[in-house]
């Protein structure tokens, strides 16, 4: 059971637009900044999205993110089939002193 | 980037020590964090240390087992996991962090720890 929920899945077509949700409590997404993963198949995970709605350089505007008190949304426009892959929202939680991530959300671009 | 050390095999009850070397950036501004992902599963975070002073947490359920370690002479952080387990069998990946907002970039290409009797 992981501290942050995210859904296991959603699924848009190419060119659509899809948004994925994370959800948390005061003492993680609420106090602390939060980053997304991007993660493909065997591969490590990337940030695509930190401190909430910064992108680092490389990241195509597509990507977008944005926090609203204990919840955070990643959202991709322009759906591409290369951003298939499971994405994961990340932060601290101060009550557990650990970082927390979200299970994960599988893109499927249909 | 970040260079991890190679596959390990262990058995059940052994000791592992992964190796995290940083390059290209000034080691100690920057914590190094732990993570892994057992098999088809999703990230569970190990632990971090403060490179600079040294200090460490660790995650509630590997307290006692898990210890984080660093030479800043040679840019690389150590993770030992002792005690091992077939549940400790996951990649174990480092990945930098910017303590001040909790990024964690980049990572390591991942360590695949195998607990197998």
């Known amino acids: 059971q992981s501290v942050l929920t995210q859904p296991p899945s959603v699924s848009a077509a190419p060119g659509q637009k899809v948004t994925i949700p994370c959800s948390g409590s005061n003492s993680n997404i609420g106090s602390h900044d939060l980053s997304w993963y991007q993660q493909f198949p065997g591969t490590a995970p990337k940030v695509v999205i930190y401190q909430n709605d910064w992108r680092p350089s490389g990241i195509p505007d597509r990507f977008s993110g944005s926090k609203s008190g204990t919840s955070a949304t990643l959202g991709i426009t322009g759906l591409q089939t290369g951003d298939e892959a499971d994405y994961y929202c990340?932060?601290?939680?101060?009550?557990?002193?650990?970082?927390?991530f979200g299970g994960g959300t599988k893109l499927t671009v249909l | 980037h970040l260079v991890q050390s190679g596959p390990e095999v262990k058995i059940p009850g052994a000791s592992v020590k992964v190796s995290c070397k940083g390059f290209g950036y000034s080691f100690t501004t920057y914590g190094i964090t732990w993570v892994r992902q057992a098999p088809g599963q999703g990230l569970e975070w190990v632990g971090w240390?403060?490179?600079?002073?040294?200090?460490?947490d660790y995650a509630h359920n590997l307290q006692g087992r898990v210890t984080l370690t660093r030479d800043t002479s040679a840019n690389t952080a150590y993770m030992e996991l002792t005690s091992l387990r077939s549940d400790d069998t996951a990649i174990y990946y480092c990945?930098?962090?910017?303590?001040?907002?909790?990024?964690?970039?980049?990572w390591g290409l991942g360590t695949l720890v195998t607990v197998s009797s």
């Open positions: 990340g932060t601290w939680d101060s009550s557990l002193n650990a970082i927390v």
């Open positions: 240390i403060n490179t600079h002073l040294g200090f460490t």
């Open positions: 990945a930098r962090l910017t303590v001040a907002n909790h990024q964690l970039d980049p």
